[in-house]
Each structure stands twice: as structure tokens, then as C-alpha cells.
């Protein structure tokens, strides 16, 4: 139609050739988030009780995950959960086509780090399960998950949207409120708050406890906070919410060396 590259490069998020590279980031941003959540308890019970203390085992996948949204957060959006993706595209900020295939790649992620670490270790402990805790209830923990996950989809729905004019730093609220569930919400129900890091290992050991707790609990929750998101800021859809939910891969990020570097403008003489 003859419109300028800055305006067409816009779109390029349509454009089904970057869509390998968003699934691809997307499955490996859930297999280093699973590789640490599920790893540290099976290096625990490998190596006796306090061989990961039982901060560290908390507040780890909270780094891993603040890491991974810093690193290539731009080139998918960094869902890295389920429950974020269907909150994403029931904000507007993301298309729900494209939610399918997303949810695919964090199950697959989470696969394959329960698998390698099951390798690596054995089924050690619980192998990865999130379970409740003694005297919990699967309904219970459930609620818990539906509480906690609010929390952690309200934090990411209110970074992203550049409300708070938080910025990069979104990594760092988002990785803060998970350390912070988790210290106080482990040991109810788990504190996954996302799906594809407890259902991976569920998935490969086929042991179905208290399963539907860690799918149901997380994408009530997701809802729960899109609702909050529509009374404290109105309609979504943004800019700022779409470039967080969607990356900015074709609009700020072009491959190959810089051509500026390439070909240099001519010193004046």
C-alpha cells in the first residue's frame, strides 16, 4: 500500500514469521522457571532436608522469573504461565487466537525441566508436585490459589499497562510479589499460581492429586484480576499493555548487525 517501513513494521507482530521465535521464548522461559520451582525441592530431598534452605527455595523461581522477563521479555510478552496469557487476552491486550499455542509451549517448557531433572535426580521427594499442606484440604487450597494468583495477575495487568510508570522495572514487582506469596503461601497450597509449573510434573509422573486445585484456582484468579484491572483503569487494550502482553519484537527489533554500523556516515572534513 506504499506505507513506510516504520509504519508496516509496526504489524510485524502479526507476522506468522516471528511466531517461532515468541513460542520458542516462551518454552524456554517455562523450562528455566520449572528447572529452578521443581528443582529445588528435589535437590533437597536428594541431598537431606536444608541442603536448599527453605527461603532460597521460595524466592529462586521468583529471580528466575524476574530474569527471564528482563532477558527476553520483549520478544514474547514472558507469560510463562497460563493463567497470564488468558488474563492478557481477556484484557485485550492480547489476541486469544494466539493463546492456544502459547499454552502449549509453557506445558512443553515445564515438561521437559521436570523430565531432565528427573533424569539428573530421580523422583525425589514429591517430584515436583505442588501439593496441600497437612490438614489442607484440595478445595481450600484451591481458594488459596485463586487469592494468590489475583495478587500476582493484578501486579503484572498493572505494570503492563504503564499505570504505575514502572517501567522495566515490572521484573522486579512481579518477581517481588512472587517471593512474597510464596514465603506465606508454600506451605498452604504450594503457591504455584500457575498451571504449567504444577501440572508439567503432574503430567509426567501421572499422579493426580489434588490436580484441578493448581488449574482451577490460578484461572479463577486471572479473571478475578482482569475484573480489578476494568475498575481501576477502565477497558484495556493500550499501547502499554499490548507492547508488555505482546513483546516488541518487529517494532523495536530489527535482526542482523546494526546498519548504521555497516555503513557509517562520512567524517566531515
Known amino acids: 500500500m506504499g506505507q ?8 510485524d507482530f502479526w507476522n506468522d514469521h516471528y511466531e517461532g521465535r515468541r513460542l520458542f521464548s516462551e518454552l524456554l ?8 520451582a521443581v528443582g529445588g525441592g528435589m535437590v533437597s530431598a536428594h541431598f537431606g ?19 527471564v522477563i528482563l532477558f ?12 497470564v496469557s488468558v488474563a492478557f487476552a481477556a484484557r485485550g491486550d492480547f489476541p486469544w487466537k494466539r493463546v492456544p499455542a502459547y499454552i502449549v509451549a509453557q ?12 533424569a539428573f535426580l530421580g523422583k525425589e521427594g514429591s517430584a515436583g508436585l505442588t501439593l496441600p499442606g497437612s490438614g489442607i484440604s484440595t478445595f481450600s487450597a484451591m ?14 495487568l498493572g505494570t503492563a499497562s504503564g499505570a504505575q510508570q514502572i517501567g522495566p522495572l515490572a521484573a522486579a514487582a512481579v518477581g517481588s510479589y512472587i517471593a512474597l506469596a510464596g514465603l506465606w503461601g508454600s506451605p498452604v497450597s ?21 490436580w484441578w486445585a493448581d488449574l482451577v484456582g490460578p484461572l479463577v484468579g486471572a479473571f478475578i484480576a482482569v475484573a480489578f484491572a476494568y475498575v481501576l483503569r477502565g477497558a484495556g487494550g493500550g499501547r502499554s499493555g499490548v ?20 555503513n557509517p556516515p562520512a567524517s566531515a572534513e
Do not use: C
Request: charged content about 10%.
Open 4 to 11: 513506510p517501513n516504520s509504519v508496516t513494521g509496526a504489524f
Open 243 to 262: 507492547a508488555a502482553a505482546q513483546g516488541t519484537l518487529g517494532v523495536e527489533w530489527h535482526p542482523g548487525p546494526d546498519p548504521r554500523q555497516q
Open 143 to 156: 481458594l488459596w490459589e485463586v487469592v494468590l494468583t489475583t495478587g500476582l495477575v493484578s501486579v503484572i
Open 29 to 36: 522461559g517455562t523450562f528455566m522457571l520449572v528447572l529452578v
Open 190 to 210: 504450594g503457591a504455584s499460581m500457575n498451571p504449567a509449573r504444577s501440572l508439567g510434573p503432574v503430567l509426567v509422573k501421572g499422579d493426580w492429586t489434588a
Open 107 to 118: 506445558f512443553l517448557g515445564a515438561i521437559l525441566a521436570t523430565l531432565l531433572l528427573w
Open 49 to 67: 532436608g536444608d541442603a536448599i534452605p527453605y527461603g532460597a527455595k521460595v524466592v529462586s523461581p521468583a529471580l528466575m522469573v524476574a530474569a
Open 72 to 83: 527476553m521479555g520483549t520478544v514474547s510478552g514472558a507469560h510463562l504461565n497460563p493463567a
